[in-house]
């Protein structure tokens, strides 16, 4: 064996690295932990959606009724008047163009549309108005349906084709989960009703 041989033989004695069977464990740990995380953020953002989707329609009701205070009924109320008036907060337009152009293209925190309508209420046209949240997956439905939104003002509530009145309200978890799973596309509108 020659000096050139010997050597080589020598430094790959000393060299040292991770076996595959190391590096296969080390990538299993990373990938339960990405699971783990994706999971964890995506619980977070429905959390987040639900509670801004609450601010916005807490928002929505408080200026409509400011808008609105100097008269007798709610005529004209509409998602162009809401935009020209500044009634929609900036996040609840669909794009910048609707948001400048005042063509009340609203959506909700859940990124389905946003209806405002005047409508009629004991038989008097536009004497009440409707806040309308379509495009509600089932985990969002639930949660805005059973959420307690108080009787002052709010006449009924439209989960799906199901209907609750003041005296149903806030509506029970089990009949909130069966208006909201009787969509076939699993999307659910909920529509609020106020005086």
Known sequence: MNINTSLFYRAKENQSGRSMVEMLGV???????????????????????????????????????????????????????????????????????????????LMNAFGGKLILAAETYNGIEAAGFKIEYQGLNEESCIQLATADWGTGGLDKVTVGSDEYGVADMPVALANAYASCNKSENKLTTIVWHFY
Do not use: E
Request: hydrophobic residues 40%.
């Open 27 to 105: 990538l299993a740990i990373i990938g339960v932990l990405s699971v783990g995380g994706i999971s964890g953020y995506s619980k977070a953002m429905a959390k987040y959606k639900a509670s801004k989707a609450m601010d916005q329609l807490s928002l929505l009701i408080a200026n409509i009724r400011t808008a609105y205070s100097t008269m007798s009924n709610y005529t004209g109320l509409n998602n162009q008047t809401a935009a020209q008036y500044s009634i929609a907060s900036r996040d609840m337009y669909a794009s910048k163009f609707s948001q400048i152009t005042g063509s009340g293209g």
